[in-house]
T-cell receptor, first 112, second 112 residues
Framework: RKEVEQDPGPFNVPEGATVAFNCTYS??????FFWYRQDCRKEPKLLMSVYSSGNEDGRFTAQLNRASQYISLLIRDSKLSDSATYLCVVLDVGAGSYQLTFGKGTKLSVIP | DAGVTQSPTHLIKTRGQQVTLRCSPK?????VSWYQQALGQGPQFIFQ???????QRGNFPDRFSGHQFPNYSSELNVNALLLGDSALYLC???????????FGPGTRLLVL
């Protein structure tokens, strides 16, 4: 069974803090990796894709370690608006279909 | 450009009843996936439709069935509802071969 494991948190951090989330996945053949953000009672929205070379989008940095099957997300200078649940997501391709496997999510609360 | 739309937004049913949920994909997208998200959990893959056929299925019983229409819209049907079917049902669309899935706002189903 393909699984994605995340620390559920919650992470309660002050504004301006740096926070890191980690995620592990079980299927070594997984093809692509993402972080989605989900606000309370809303749908998940793509935050960023994750590459082995690492990628950065403003205050957000994502990293993939294929050998360890490990994905990370770093948020610098946290804002109140960053409060949400962050979902680690793995894409598996098979028989022509594309299936997303989600972790349970890590809840972040940024405190004034 | 309309994103993914779903109807209804909320639904209350009783055990044993049947329900039909609807999804219209983002303009230009031809592939629709359905997910179930229970409270406090990440979305779980139900199945994916492409060219009006079920292309892949997750670990859900046959009570869960679907359909895709020529205009790429899709329905999710659940028969013989159980209390445990209470969840947020999310539809996501993508262009075949594309990795990024875009989610609709979901349908909240409550089974009493």
């Amino acid at each position: 069974r393909k699984e994605v494991e995340q620390d559920p948190g919650p992470f309660n951090v002050p504004e301006g803090a740096t926070v890191a989330f980690n995620c592990t996945y079980s299927n070594s053949a997984s093809q692509s990796f993402f972080w989605y953000r989900q606000d309370c009672r809303k749908e998940p929205k793509l935050l960023m894709s994750v590459y082995s070379s690492g990628n950065e989008d403003g205050r957000f940095t994502a990293q993939l370690n294929r050998a360890s099957q490990y994905i990370s997300l770093l948020i610098r200078d946290s804002k109140l608006s960053d409060s949400a649940t962050y979902l680690c997501v793995v894409l598996d391709v098979g028989a022509g279909s594309y299936q997303l496997t989600f972790g349970k999510g890590t809840k972040l609360s940024v405190i004034p | 450009d309309a994103g993914v739309t779903q109807s209804p937004t909320h639904l209350i049913k009783t055990r044993g009843q049947q329900v039909t949920l609807r999804c219209s994909p983002k303009s230009g997208h031809d592939t629709v996936s359905w997910y179930q998200q229970a409270l406090g959990q990440g979305p779980q893959f139900i199945f994916q439709y492409y060219e009006e056929e079920e292309r892949q299925r997750g670990n859900f019983p046959d009570r869960f069935s679907g359909h895709q229409f020529p205009n790429y819209s899709s329905e999710l049907n659940v028969n013989a509802l159980l209390l445990g079917d209470s969840a947020l049902y999310l539809c996501a669309s993508t262009l075949s071969g594309g990795e990024t899935q875009y989610f609709g706002p979901g349908t909240r189903l409550l089974v009493l």
